[in-house]
């Protein structure tokens, strides 16, 4: 929106309050090569090796090249990094090889949006509007023309037109039983582009986060707790409740394992041993000062009742990142004409099968700007003819639709989760089709939460169909039927509408 605004006028549009996202609770940091001890190609290796064979080496050299200048921008625009004696501190997180985590203690996402946020307020070319619901991208003819909103205090529709569209609405999580993402994840932007025909890609790649705080009730809550990659960074190990490293012989990096082995390696260990929870071990790190290193977390627990100065935290694997989304190629286009995407939402290829710690960040940074530098230097056309979309939609009230969005989650939790299978995914797409015609029989009003429920539908139902797809085991998606990877598979796994159309006639 800032690169933009200098010279057209932007509308900012989110459904809640701005700062209620997924970069507002990022606690890691930002990867970004600084160190005289690394390199852009060592940055390039990690996220390749991350990325099992499927990440895109184009993308990655350009996110990981322009990152730095990018991310040093930041920190003049006000950012306030973590600093010691005038340098950034690099942390060290899974999967690298040297440390080159930017971070703001463990706020770092807050810090870089709240920084970001205060700019663009005070833009003049600017208009922000929270409280937003964009019901659907207004597409005619192949061109997005803008989007349609609902206004609930009205209870009308209405149609805001534009001269380009960037889709920027995160991640999916809230399909999951348990997430670490914000409430309103629910995948509307992958949902609407998918209806609009916009191509989607990889969206069996679901990253589970190893380190959420375990409570007993996390499932009645709208997010979990996470506990930062750089936590086992600064020294943190996973331990048995019996006190048994349980990573020691699973990977040679042990506890800085990628998230998609130690996710597996959690999830395995607390069912095999019907356990809920591993901890982590705080022993060997500075515990006198954990509470100035890690601020949010020390006091995130301590608000839960656990003094992790003195005590032990207890992890379970969450719902944290998708890797897959709608398809953009390195300037943010999608095959939708003047329809853009950057962020969690988008699929830029960078990330492969599995997502390298805090490159999630780095990539919104860096093509959220190519793709505000493209809107900028081409010139719009808009098909002749194209009148006002036809407005027709219902959904459950509020609610109906709340009831069965823990239907939704219950599903995906259990049958697209971290260890998957045929006869269970096969199960999944059974259970959200009858769950659909549900939905049918009772829509018959109009509603936010009737809005992300179907939105959550599509997810669902592209992740598990998506996985069902991929007869294979690769990075963070893991089939108990095929648990070995396929070269036949280093491919990426494309969906349309049109493809459920032709399986719908077929």
């Known amino acids: 929106a800032l690169s933009i605004s200098e010279h057209k006028k932007v509308l900012v549009l989110s459904k809640k309050e701005s700062l209620e996202t997924n970069t507002n609770y990022a606690q890691g940091g930002i990867a970004a090569v600084q160190d005289a001890q690394d390199s852009t190609q060592n940055h390039i290796d990690d996220t390749l090796k991350a990325g099992k064979g499927l990440g895109h080496q184009k993308a990655v050299r350009i996110m990981i090249e322009q990152g730095p200048g990018l991310v040093r921008k930041l920190f003049r625009t006000g950012v306030e990094f973590t600093m010691v004696n005038g340098s950034p501190e690099l942390w060290m997180e899974g999967g690298h090889t040297r440390k080159r985590i930017w971070h703001c203690f463990d706020r770092t996402g807050e810090s870089i949006e709240t920084t970001l946020l205060k700019a663009v307020m005070s833009h003049p070319n600017i208009e922000v509007r929270d409280q937003s619901l964009v019901w659907d991208l207004w597409i005619e003819q192949g061109c997005c023309q803008g989007v349609i909103l609902y206004d609930s205090s009205l209870k009308n529709f209405y149609v805001e037109p534009a001269q380009a569209v960037l889709v920027a609405t995160g991640g999916v999580g809230q399909v999951y039983r348990y997430t670490t993402n914000s409430r309103i994840s629910t995948g509307d932007g992958i949902a609407m582009a998918y209806r609009g025909e916009a191509e989607i890609a990889n969206m069996e790649f679901t990253q589970f986060h190893p380190t959420s705080l375990y409570e007993p009730d996390a499932h009645l809550k709208e997010k979990s707790f996470l506990i930062s990659e750089a936590v086992r960074g600064n020294g943190a190990v996973l331990v048995s409740q019996d006190g048994l490293e349980i990573m020691k012989g699973k990977h040679p990096k042990e506890s800085l394992a990628p998230r998609d082995i130690i996710a597996r390696e959690i999830d395995s260990y607390i069912k095999k041993h019907n356990q809920n929870f591993v901890y982590l071990d705080l022993s060997k790190m500075d515990i006198e000062n954990i509470d100035q290193k890690f601020p949010n977390i020390y006091q995130g627990c301590l608000s839960r009742g656990i003094d992790i100065k003195k005590q032990n935290i207890p992890v379970v694997p969450a719902a944290h990142y998708i890797c897959g989304g709608i398809k953009i190629d390195v300037d943010g286009r999608t095959n939708i004409e003047n329809l853009f995407a950057a962020g969690e ?3 830029t290829g960078v990330h492969g099968a599995n997502r390298l710690a805090s490159n999630s960040l780095l990539e919104a940074l860096v093509f959220s700007k190519r793709a505000a530098d493209t809107v900028l230097s081409v010139e719009f056309k808009r098909p002749s003819g194209v009148g006002k979309p036809n407005i027709k939609y219902l959904s459950p009230d509020k609610a109906t639709a709340k009831q069965f969005k823990t239907l939704v989650k ?17 199960k999944g797409l059974e259970e959200l089709e009858k769950l659909d015609q549900k939905i049918k029989e009772k829509s018959n009003s109009i509603s936010s939460n009737g809005l992300e429920l179907k939105n959550m539908m599509i997810i669902g139902k592209l992740i598990l169909a998506s996985a069902l797809q991929r007869k294979e085991s690769r990075g963070l998606h893991y089939r108990t039927d095929f648990p070995d990877t396929d070269k036949n598979y ?8 049109h493809q459920e159309r032709r399986n719908d006639e077929s």
Not at 411 to 426: A, F, H, P, S, T
Not at 490 to 497: A, V
Request: glycine content about 10%.
């Open 490 to 497: 280093e491919q990426d796994t494309i969906c349309t509408i």
């Open 410 to 426: 219950n599903i995906l939790w259990e049958y697209g989760g971290i260890v998957r299978n045929k006869q269970g995914l096969e």
């Open 345 to 347: 939402a988008a699929f």
